[in-house]
């Protein structure tokens, strides 16, 4: 796909790049307004509580946790930061994390309040390495660095595949789009796709098998965290067995049983896109995980419903995830019973449930 026939709009009013010295690591958070939903890209645990304190200072909801890719330097700070604001994580498809709420595919859009970023699916440095673009800046994690480029020696990297990414994606972006990476080790904090072009000393190659051969001589060693962090980056998914323990969890194949029956309202906390893109289960209701607070309090649609109705409440979204923390939220506002698919759409599909397009 030609990145160059999208692009990505909307108006970037709070922009803050937070650094983590012990990693190197830049964070992001964005957001089109004060009082407004945000989101934040590669996130450090240890720096959370700085995030929270920010957020809640410029007044913010942060909606939307993502990596563009796993790390191995540091661990992040995406779980943490689901715990305590219920935001949604988001991974490209690629990733080996556990769970996530949400994963993406090159093309696809991520969407906050008043903000598009477009995935673009930049493998190299890992196999799931994903950039985000903007309409006048690029989030390239470790794809394309400053006056460098990330490592491609571990982690299914790849030199090639890299090159790729950076040659024929990144590079074909207008010369001045902003470049804003994951790390930084000498003190830049921002560069354009014309200033690196020009004077990155890694892409001053001329073909493919250069660029293999520059990536190939470098011998690194492995970073210090690494043997701690990719484990833990592994396994950032909420515990759904929390929200089984309480009895609200209900198995894909049980839930098959119990589609069509009536005393049963069937809700999809999924994004627009998402149902699109991956279909939905027959007769659910459409109510984004966004809109869900206002949904399941005493005066909300859901809430009325439900009380109206006598029906059940059975969540679902694609992992389980949203889904188990919806579960959660609305026994909290007094919605006893409300249950959800555990494992979500996707354990819907392995048990050969049916889909609407
Ligand atoms: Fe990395």
Redesign the pocket.
């Known amino acids: 796909m030609n990145i160059l026939h999208k692009v990505a709009t909307g108006v970037l009013m709070i922009f803050r790049q937070l650094y983590d010295a012990v990693s190197g690591t830049y964070t992001y958070l964005l957001a089109s307004r004060r009082g407004g939903e945000a989101l934040i890209i590669d996130p450090v645990l240890e720096k959370v509580d700085r995030y929270l304190a920010l957020i809640r200072e410029l007044d913010l909801r942060l909606v939307k946790a993502v990596d563009t890719?796993l790390?191995?330097?540091h661990i992040t700070g995406l779980g943490a930061l689901r715990d305590h604001t219920r935001c949604i994580t988001v991974m490209g498809e690629q990733s080996s994390i556990d769970v996530v709420s949400m994963r993406l595919s090159d093309g696809d859009l991520m969407r906050i309040e008043g903000l598009e970023l477009e995935a673009i699916y930049t493998p190299g440095?890992?196999d799931d390495s994903y950039s985000f673009r903007m309409s006048d800046r690029v989030f390239t994690?470790?794809t394309l660095l400053i006056r460098g480029t990330?490592r491609t020696d571990f982690q299914n990297g790849s030199a090639r595949a890299q090159y790729e990414s950076i040659f024929n994606r990144l590079l074909r972006l207008p010369d001045e789009t902003m470049v804003f990476p994951?790390?930084d080790y000498k003190g830049d904090t921002v560069s354009t796709i014309g200033e690196e072009k020009r004077c990155n000393p890694r892409l001053q190659v001329r073909c493919v098998d250069d660029y293999v051969a520059l990536m190939n001589g470098l011998n690194l060693s492995n970073p210090k965290m690494m043997d701690v962090a990719v484990p833990a980056n592994m396994r950032q998914g909420l515990a759904q067995q929390d929200i089984a323990r309480q009895g609200w969890a209900i198995t894909a194949e049980r839930a098959r049983a119990m589609t069509g029956c009536k005393d049963t309202m069937l809700i999809d906390l999924r994004e627009r896109t998402e149902r699109q893109k991956y279909g939905a289960i027959p007769g659910s209701l459409h109510v984004p995980y966004s809109d869900l607070e206002a949904n399941i309090q005493p005066n909300g649609m859901l809430h009325g419903l439900a009380s109206a109705t006598g029906r059940q409440i059975l969540f679902y979204c694609a992992f389980g995830e949203r889904s188990a923390m919806a579960v959660r939220a609305a026994h909290e506002a007094g919605l006893e019973t409300a249950y959800h698919i555990h494992g979500g759409l996707d354990a819907w599909k392995k048990a050969d449930g049916p889909l609407t397009h």
């Open positions: 890719h790390h191995a330097d440095h890992t994690g470790d990330g994951a790390h």
